[in-house]
């Protein structure tokens, strides 16, 4: 008897594939999942004349549950501070941080790791230390992490040439030159981690603002990392690629895209010393998603999910806003005494008053990288050639920046998993990557992913049981040369009156420990005009 096509399709993704039975992505089920990218759009109109009925008042209301947001109100919360609100758009808090656990385990969606923080982040010990995920500090007071979530090893692993190796140095490739490179740019590195400014500032470090803001230092982010490279001599292909691949995973960016300064704190920033090893990472199978649930569960019912604030009109005695309730298409009107914008400034440029018109200059210097993100739920692990599965795999000249496997702090080394894979577009031109990644259908994200994975992995079809796929338009600020150290970045952080500002990209670097600093910042800021007596954590 003839099999119809659907039995036919049933039968390759249930069987191992036979020739002529190759599994086509289009025939790979899943969905687009994640932000909201037209609601924002529909919404010029919501202002607070529009919202009708007799406002509501709150002392604070924090806009965007994003780390920085969520950092924000867990300080308030320390304080002893409890009128408040946190209005989120999206049904779930966590932004770029956010998590899904509709699998085998639970997978991030973005942000998946942080590194164990020096002891003078004390803001960072003290969430850490809270949330269980540090041990007793060694005997110079260093913060250690609980064993159980330090990235076991394998840690990392690199596709070359059709086999796979340890650590993310392409050694396969490397000759003598590509070695003496190497060295060269390690030389470097361990120059600027001695590097001490006047006040014995070390040039990066973490969080940002106490990286030194010495001339010779911040020279570094007037040109780009490739520039950079250039006037060392440091023009070889493998090590270009190797410190590119930095800027694209922490960045979104290229080389010519990326001040040299940026790319020096990758390097620097987690090193205590010349030649020591890097911090640490903590990660959980949701990634920093982990650290979203800890927070949201600290801030309680004061979380506003599926609200998104899209007026803010500030006075000299208050603030109006207008909040849009996305289930039930209705409109709101508050006041508040103060409020705290931890949006991106693209956002913010939107529905601050007086910025709608007219955004400012300085908000215009800022720019954000394009990204995409798949969670490919797979029966099996992937078969694969060379070194084994490692938390971090990595394919030595792709366009992605490989996968990480969601159940490797598990101790899971067989059976089904998830197979968290990020894809930066690191086009000069945001805007055009932007449209192209909103034209893309779901088979097309699919068929990229299975055409980069495919050579490292040749069953990589067959294994796939689902792709559900994330699009991040604005998924974090790029350090441009002359941004970080560059005047707009420092205005944009400035209060305009009641209201404050908040975000991972006044730091002009999206990491989580910039977000919380910020989110903690504005708090503060608060909490001093409202005359709130409390003990800083900056």
Same mark, same amino acid.
């Given at each position: ?7 036919? +399709?049933?039968?390759?993704?249930? #069987?191992?594939? &036979? !020739? %002529?039975?190759?599994?086509? =992505? /289009?025939?790979?089920?899943?969905? $687009? ?93 003290? +969430?850490?230390?809270?949330?269980? #995920?540090?041990? &007793? !500090? %060694?005997?110079?007071?260093? =913060? /250690?992490?609980?064993?159980?979530? $330090? ?20 050694s396969a490739l490397a000759d003598a030159d590509d070695r003496d490179e190497l060295a060269r ?17 070390r040039a990066f470090s973490l969080p940002l603002r106490r990286s030194s803001d010495d001339a ?187 996968y990480v496997v969601a159940s490797h702090q598990r101790l899971e080394d067989y059976g089904p ?122």
């Open positions: 008897m003839a099999l119809t096509r659907r039995e036919w +399709l049933a039968l390759c993704a249930a #069987a191992p594939l &036979a !020739p %002529g039975c190759k599994r086509s =992505p /289009r025939d790979i089920p899943g969905k $687009l999942v994640g932000p909201s990218v037209t609601l924002g759009h529909r919404l010029r109109d919501a202002t607070v004349e529009r919202a009708g009925g007799e406002a509501a008042h709150v002392k604070v209301v924090i806009a965007g549950a994003g780390p920085s947001g969520l950092s924000a109100a867990w300080r308030l919360e320390r304080a002893g501070f409890k009128d408040y609100a946190l209005f989120e758009l999206e049904p779930e808090p966590g932004g770029t941080s956010s998590y899904g656990t509709d699998g085998v385990v639970p997978h991030p969606w973005g942000a998946h790791y942080v590194p164990v923080p020096t002891r003078d982040n004390r803001a960072l010990v003290a +969430l850490l230390d809270e949330m269980g #995920a540090l041990d &007793a !500090p %060694g005997p110079d007071g260093t =913060p /250690r992490g609980k064993e159980e979530l $330090l990235v076991r090893e394998p840690e990392e692993r690199v596709f070359v040439e059709g086999r796979w190796y340890e650590g993310l140095w392409p740019f390690q030389q470097e590195i361990d120059r600027w981690v001695a590097w001490r400014d006047g006040k014995g500032r010779e230092a911040t020279a570094l982010d007037r040109i780009s990392a490739a520039t950079w490279l250039d006037e060392r001599g440091l023009k070889g292909e493998l090590l270009r690629w190797w410190v590119e691949y930095a800027c694209r995973d922490d960045y979104g960016a290229s080389l010519a895209d990326t001040s040299a300064w940026a790319m020096l704190f990758y390097f620097c920033s987690r090193v205590p010393a010349p030649r020591a090893e890097s911090a640490p990472f903590l990660a959980w199978p949701e990634g920093n998603g982990r650290i979203v649930r800890h927070l949201s569960s600290i801030v309680g019912g004061r979380l506003k999910t599926g609200q998104l604030v899209t007026d803010v009109v500030p006075s000299d005695s208050r603030v109006e806003l207008s909040v849009f309730d996305a289930r039930r298409g209705t409109l709101q009107r508050l006041t508040a005494d103060r409020v705290i914008l931890a949006l991106p400034k693209l956002v913010v440029s939107r529905v601050l008053r007086p910025f709608r018109d007219q955004p400012p200059e300085h908000l215009r210097a800022f720019d954000y990288a394009t990204w995409w993100v798949a969670n490919a739920h797979v029966r099996r692990r992937p078969k694969s050639r060379g070194f084994r599965l490692a938390w971090d795999n990595v394919i030595h000249g792709g366009a992605s920046l490989g998993t998830v197979l968290t894979y990020y894809q930066p577009l690191i086009d000069s031109d945001a805007r055009a990557a932007r449209t192209r990644l909103l034209a893309m259908e779901h088979h097309q994200f699919v068929s990229e992913l299975v055409r980069e994975l495919e050579p490292a992995h040749p069953d990589i079809a067959e294994v796939i049981e689902r792709v559900d796929v994330v699009r991040w338009g604005h998924a974090m600020v790029r350090p441009r040369p002359g941004f970080v150290w560059g005047s707009a970045r420092k205005r944009a952080a400035e209060p305009m009156g009641r209201v404050h500002f908040a975000h991972s990209d006044l730091s002009g670097v999206g990491l989580f420990e910039e977000a919380q600093d910020h989110g903690l910042r504005a708090a503060e800021e608060v909490l001093s005009a409202e005359g709130h007596a409390f003990e800083t954590l900056l």
